[in-house]
């Protein structure tokens, strides 16, 4: 069974930047994606950034991209969500996922070619202008 924490959320001015960290443990062979969810009150949970684990390939949003940065410590087992030039907009529930490689999908779970079914209890980021 693979286990996420989370941590390193908080509050941060607009234009500030954050540092998360997401602990994993439990992974199997077919652990292939890590990834940083988002959502926000009132919002659907969306895909905001993917890593694969063998590899590093990475994948954003349009929304996030050139403002965070995925990147993972394999000989930790712990993937980072770096964010900079955060916005309002930006605050969220942010969730790390594990998952496995799909071509296709659909719906909340899915992002950048990978179904995620494991995930964190979730760290708050708030931004304020």
């Known amino acids: 069974q693979v286990q996420l924490v989370e941590s390193g959320g908080g509050s941060v001015q607009a234009g500030g930047s954050l540092r998360l960290s997401c602990a994993a443990s439990?992974?199997?062979?077919?652990?292939?994606?890590m990834g940083w969810f988002r959502q926000a009150p009132g919002k659907e949970r969306e895909g905001g950034a993917r890593?694969?684990?063998?590899?590093?390939?990475?994948s954003y949003a349009d929304s996030v991209k050139g403002r965070l940065t995925i990147s993972q410590d394999n000989a930790k087992n712990t993937v980072y969500l770096q964010m900079s030039s955060l916005q309002p907009e930006d605050t969220a529930m942010y969730y790390c996922?594990?998952?496995?490689?799909?071509?296709?999908?659909?719906?909340?779970?899915?992002?950048?070619?990978?179904?995620?079914?494991?995930w964190g209890q979730g760290t708050q980021v708030t931004v304020s202008s």
């Open positions: 996922a594990a998952g496995v490689m799909a071509i296709t999908g659909s719906g909340s779970s899915w992002f950048g070619g990978c179904n995620f079914g494991y």
């Open positions: 439990g992974y199997t062979s077919s652990t292939r994606c």
């Open positions: 890593i694969y684990t063998t590899g590093g390939s990475t």
